[in-house]
Nanobody, 127 residues
Protein backbone atom coordinates (compact mmCIF):
# COMPACT_ATOMS: atom_id res chain seq x y z
CA UNK A 1 0.00 0.00 0.00
CA UNK A 2 1.47 3.36 -1.03
CA UNK A 3 1.47 6.43 1.20
CA UNK A 4 2.67 10.00 0.76
CA UNK A 5 3.51 12.67 3.31
CA UNK A 6 4.19 16.35 2.72
CA UNK A 7 6.60 18.64 4.53
CA UNK A 8 8.16 22.05 4.14
CA UNK A 9 5.23 24.44 4.32
CA UNK A 10 5.42 27.72 6.19
CA UNK A 11 4.93 31.45 6.06
CA UNK A 12 6.78 33.73 3.67
CA UNK A 13 6.48 37.23 2.33
CA UNK A 14 5.47 37.92 -1.24
CA UNK A 15 8.40 37.43 -3.59
CA UNK A 16 9.94 34.82 -1.32
CA UNK A 17 10.62 31.12 -1.87
CA UNK A 18 9.72 27.81 -0.27
CA UNK A 19 10.46 24.19 -1.11
CA UNK A 20 7.95 21.45 -0.34
CA UNK A 21 8.80 17.79 -0.18
CA UNK A 22 6.63 14.71 -0.63
CA UNK A 23 7.93 11.44 0.79
CA UNK A 24 6.51 8.30 -0.82
CA UNK A 25 6.47 5.03 1.06
CA UNK A 26 5.61 1.65 -0.38
CA UNK A 27 6.85 -0.56 -3.18
CA UNK A 28 7.71 0.35 -6.75
CA UNK A 29 7.98 4.15 -6.57
CA UNK A 30 9.12 4.20 -10.20
CA UNK A 31 5.69 2.94 -11.27
CA UNK A 32 3.86 5.86 -9.68
CA UNK A 33 2.96 9.28 -10.96
CA UNK A 34 2.90 12.06 -8.40
CA UNK A 35 1.39 15.48 -8.32
CA UNK A 36 1.02 18.59 -6.20
CA UNK A 37 -2.34 20.20 -5.58
CA UNK A 38 -3.45 23.13 -3.50
CA UNK A 39 -6.67 24.27 -1.95
CA UNK A 40 -7.58 27.66 -0.56
CA UNK A 41 -10.63 28.16 1.68
CA UNK A 42 -13.82 28.11 -0.35
CA UNK A 43 -11.99 27.10 -3.52
CA UNK A 44 -11.86 23.74 -5.26
CA UNK A 45 -8.64 21.76 -5.10
CA UNK A 46 -6.49 22.57 -8.13
CA UNK A 47 -3.57 20.81 -9.76
CA UNK A 48 -0.22 22.59 -9.74
CA UNK A 49 2.38 20.18 -11.08
CA UNK A 50 2.66 16.55 -12.02
CA UNK A 51 5.59 14.25 -12.74
CA UNK A 52 4.45 10.96 -14.19
CA UNK A 53 6.14 7.57 -13.98
CA UNK A 54 8.09 8.26 -17.20
CA UNK A 55 9.47 11.51 -15.79
CA UNK A 56 7.29 13.76 -17.95
CA UNK A 57 6.34 16.95 -16.15
CA UNK A 58 3.31 19.20 -16.47
CA UNK A 59 2.54 22.51 -14.79
CA UNK A 60 -0.55 24.59 -14.39
CA UNK A 61 -0.26 27.83 -16.33
CA UNK A 62 -0.45 29.98 -13.21
CA UNK A 63 2.79 28.50 -11.79
CA UNK A 64 4.88 28.12 -14.94
CA UNK A 65 8.20 29.87 -14.57
CA UNK A 66 7.83 30.11 -10.79
CA UNK A 67 7.46 26.52 -9.55
CA UNK A 68 9.63 23.50 -10.36
CA UNK A 69 8.67 19.90 -9.55
CA UNK A 70 11.37 17.24 -9.34
CA UNK A 71 11.21 13.56 -8.52
CA UNK A 72 14.08 11.57 -7.07
CA UNK A 73 13.65 7.87 -7.73
CA UNK A 74 16.53 7.00 -5.39
CA UNK A 75 14.98 8.78 -2.41
CA UNK A 76 11.32 8.19 -3.37
CA UNK A 77 10.55 11.88 -3.18
CA UNK A 78 8.82 14.59 -5.15
CA UNK A 79 9.82 18.16 -4.39
CA UNK A 80 8.22 21.46 -5.34
CA UNK A 81 10.48 24.50 -5.47
CA UNK A 82 8.37 27.63 -5.33
CA UNK A 83 9.78 31.07 -6.05
CA UNK A 84 8.36 34.56 -6.52
CA UNK A 85 5.47 33.56 -4.30
CA UNK A 86 2.29 35.63 -4.36
CA UNK A 87 -0.45 36.04 -1.74
CA UNK A 88 -2.79 34.09 -4.03
CA UNK A 89 -0.47 31.08 -3.67
CA UNK A 90 -1.67 30.75 -0.08
CA UNK A 91 -3.39 27.47 0.69
CA UNK A 92 -3.04 23.90 1.82
CA UNK A 93 -0.69 22.00 -0.46
CA UNK A 94 -1.24 18.30 -1.03
CA UNK A 95 0.80 15.55 -2.61
CA UNK A 96 -0.96 12.66 -4.34
CA UNK A 97 0.07 9.57 -6.25
CA UNK A 98 -1.33 6.97 -8.59
CA UNK A 99 0.26 4.15 -10.50
CA UNK A 100 0.90 4.40 -14.23
CA UNK A 101 -0.95 7.67 -14.85
CA UNK A 102 0.47 9.63 -17.79
CA UNK A 103 0.66 13.38 -18.17
CA UNK A 104 -2.02 14.57 -20.60
CA UNK A 105 -1.35 18.00 -22.06
CA UNK A 106 -4.91 18.21 -23.35
CA UNK A 107 -6.44 18.73 -19.93
CA UNK A 108 -5.67 20.05 -16.44
CA UNK A 109 -4.13 17.96 -13.66
CA UNK A 110 -7.25 16.35 -12.26
CA UNK A 111 -7.46 15.53 -8.52
CA UNK A 112 -10.15 12.90 -9.17
CA UNK A 113 -7.57 10.78 -11.01
CA UNK A 114 -5.36 10.37 -7.92
CA UNK A 115 -6.14 7.78 -5.29
CA UNK A 116 -3.60 8.28 -2.52
CA UNK A 117 -3.27 11.59 -0.71
CA UNK A 118 -1.20 13.13 2.03
CA UNK A 119 -2.61 15.27 4.83
CA UNK A 120 -1.26 18.50 3.38
CA UNK A 121 1.11 21.26 4.41
CA UNK A 122 0.09 24.89 4.81
CA UNK A 123 1.69 27.66 2.74
CA UNK A 124 0.93 31.25 3.68
CA UNK A 125 2.19 34.17 1.61
CA UNK A 126 1.77 37.63 3.07
CA UNK A 127 1.79 40.85 1.10
Amino acid sequence: QSQVMESGGGSVQAGGSLTLSCQFSGPSFDRYSLAWFRQAPGVEREGIAMVDFTGTTKYAEFVKGRFTASRNNDKNTLSLQMSNLKPEDTGMYYCACRGFLRVDDRRPIDPTEFFTWGHGTQVTVSS
